[in-house]
């Protein structure tokens, strides 16, 4: 005599259960210099686990870099009027905005990748400024600022001591990024030392 085998009941809880949430995505209209987004949920969660964009005057911003970031990870799509750009259209409208924009997109996207918070840092006179792990913006300052360069490019001893000198004077640790032709980045950290 065999013995049947009762079969699993799943109950409804249980099912509901196992249905994944559908993806927040942003929509983000291109406009010029960056993207901007309503303030939806979306943009809110992603601002509170990563700090990508930053919420001005009830909407928020995020740069160039910041966005196709996140169109590349489908957490957003970019529309120039009604029509939404794929991933080559956007680098295009980028470009004429910004001619360093893929250099500068590279280190970004890398830096990203790593599970570092990237945030532009025009007003200290550099590309980037990078939060250590595991800091966000406003809870403790950058630990380094980044300039990326392409690997075929010069810098004058000028140059380079000026940027040194902004890291110095921002008091943060100066990191060039240098992109290769494939898009692949490595970093040299430069401090001041005194004899």
Not at 76 to 87: R, S
Not at 102 to 120: E, Q
Not at 155 to 163: D, N, V
Request: aromatic content about 12%; some cysteine.
């Amino acid at each position: 005599m065999s013995k049947k085998t009762p079969k699993a009941r799943i109950t409804t809880t249980e099912v509901i259960e196992k249905i994944p949430e559908p993806e927040l995505i942003i929509e983000g209209e291109f406009s010029t210099e960056r993207v901007l987004a309503q303030n939806t949920q979306a943009a809110i969660t992603l601002y509170d686990q990563s700090r990508y964009g930053e919420l001005v005057k009830g909407k928020f911003q995020y740069a160039l870099v910041e966005a196709l970031h996140l169109i590349e990870r489908n957490k957003m799509i970019v529309k120039d009027g009604k029509k939404q750009l794929n991933f080559d259209e956007f680098v295009k409208k980028a470009r004429k905005v910004e001619p360093k924009f893929w250099i500068r997109y590279c280190a970004y996207s890398d830096l990203r990748n790593r599970g570092y918070i990237v945030k532009t840092a025009l007003k200290f006179g550099a590309d980037f400024r990078v939060y250590d792990r595991g800091i966000k913006p406003g809870e403790d300052h950058a630990k380094w600022i980044v300039y990326p360069v392409h690997e075929a490019e010069t810098l004058t001893w000028y140059e380079f001591a000026a940027k040194n000198r902004v890291a110095h004077s921002t008091r943060k640790r100066l990191l060039i990024a240098i992109v290769d032709e494939e898009g692949s980045c490595t970093y040299y950290e430069i401090a001041w030392k005194r004899p």
